[in-house]
């Protein structure tokens, strides 16, 4: 299972790094156990394991030492003598044999035999796994990732052993993975000496009155913090939840480039503008799961999640705060990477055509030319009913601007219904912008 292969790929690694010669067992029982298992609170839960199956009385948080080697001796043992299922192998299959079958994942009707080993790697797997906001989890199979994921064990395991912070809940390793991640492969974020302070203005944290929870990290935030260390690279990935139902989406290749592409747009058009990275970068990435359906998450998989509302419900982009500048922003930049995918150069003729477009309309004295431009207009659905409105403006104006339009006319016939779709909420968008600035 791919969580036992996640498990080689790092404890080869690690057994490399730190001259160690452990077996999975032996890294299980001094490492793993000891980090997320052998304290009152859990870093992780795992259904129907010996780990939380107590007897009468019995609660994680008032377990005596011998009660959680116990605990482990009754895993052990039924590594020996059982027939690996989810319960104590992570990532494999339900017992049957207690009708449980319907939680499965990754079922085979194939008899595959599996060594004592791999459930000890499927643990080491399974702590390995990077939680997304939407109730998914990524596995990578790259030693750097894993490596990294490792060091931030013992972080979360000092926060949830401090005493000043009772309120911190367990059993959240995946969330944690994937905030860790976020935060330390992002060179322009990560501080060696963070604190729980530090962490928590990263969003790490959801605080109220009575309990401290880790926050899920939105996948576009790992996405483009992974992307700073593979800004050419395509990567493989397994993309699973764990739960009361197992969801298994599969095997989706992430294509890291798409961040960096996002990064040299921003830059082109924008230059060194100052803005809240984490808040720009929160703003990209639809739904996880519709992310995946496309097969690859790429620049596709990037766009905002509220942008199509503005594509395709004729809604407008309101610029009337300055915080709401930042979603101008971002939704331009993707919407530029979009139209230039297949091109070097980067240039902003949309902000051009949109000047065209509000000198047009300051020009006229009624509102005829207001109601042209936002009721016909931006609010084509097709290339048709846009083409029509700027043949209505074509015998008002002259010279330069003339020609602009005449010019934007045949480029948008050319135009697949795609590029159209982008091309023309992008003008609605800059068109909007400079009327903020006027």
């Not at 044999?97 to 791999?118: C, F, H, Q």
């Not at 700027?390 to 330069?400: P, S, T, V």
């Not at 339009?405 to 045949?410: F, P």
Request: hydrophobic share 35%.
């Amino acid at each position: 299972m791919i969580t036992s292969v996640i498990g080689r790929t790092f404890l080869d690694a690690f057994n490399a790094k730190y001259t160690k010669d452990y077996s999975p067992k032996e890294f299980f029982e001094k490492e793993y156990w000891e980090l997320f298992y052998n304290h009152e609170k859990y870093m992780q839960w795992v259904t129907n394991s010996p780990f939380v199956q107590m007897k009468k009385g019995q609660k994680p948080h008032l377990l005596t030492d011998s009660e959680r080697v116990e605990k482990l001796e009754a895993l052990e043992e039924k590594i020996l003598q059982m027939t690996p299922d989810a319960s104590f192998a992570l990532g494999y299959p339900a017992s049957e044999v207690k009708e449980y079958a319907s939680t499965s994942g990754l079922v085979s009707d194939l008899d595959i035999p599996v060594d004592k080993d791999e459930v000890y790697l499927s643990w080491i797997g399974s702590g390995l796994g990077i939680g997304v906001a939407g109730g998914f989890t990524i596995l990578f199979d790259n030693v750097d990732i894993v490596l990294k994921t490792y060091e931030g064990w013992r972080s979360y395991r000092q926060f949830l052993n401090d005493p000043t912070l009772v309120k911190l809940r367990g059993n959240q390793i995946n969330s944690w993975n994937g905030q860790w991640l976020a935060y330390t492969m992002n060179p322009t974020k990560y501080k060696e000496d963070f604190d729980f302070n530090i962490l928590s203005q990263e969003g790490f944290f959801k605080l109220d009155a009575n309990t401290v929870e880790m926050s899920t990290v939105p996948w576009s935030r790992l996405f483009f913090s992974l992307s700073n260390h593979y800004p050419d690279s395509e990567m493989m990935s397994h993309v699973y939840g764990f739960g009361q139902t197992n969801k298994t989406i599969g095997f989706i290749p992430f294509q890291f480039k798409s961040g960096r592409k996002i990064k040299d747009v921003y830059h082109k058009l924008f230059g060194d503008q100052s803005i809240d990275q984490s808040d720009f970068e929160n703003l990209f990435g639809m739904h996880i799961k519709r992310a995946c359906e496309l097969g690859s998450i790429g620049l596709l998989a990037l766009r905002p999640q509220q942008l199509e509302k503005y594509m395709h419900e004729g809604k407008s982009l309101s610029l009337k705060k300055e915080e709401d500048l930042i979603t101008y922003y971002a939704y331009k930049t993707w919407l530029k990477a979009m139209l230039s995918r297949n091109k070097e150069e980067i240039t902003d003729y949309t902000m051009e055509l949109a000047a065209v477009i509000k000198r047009y309309r300051a020009a006229g004295s009624k509102l005829d030319r207001k109601t042209l431009i936002e009721k016909e207009l931006f609010a084509s659905a097709g290339k048709r009913g846009f083409i029509e409105s700027l043949c209505k403006m074509i015998k008002d104006l002259e010279g330069a601007d003339l020609l602009t339009i005449k010019e934007l006319k045949d480029e948008v016939h050319l135009m697949t219904n795609e590029e159209y779709t982008y091309f023309c909420t992008l003008v609605k968008f800059d068109y909007t912008f400079l009327e903020r600035q006027s």
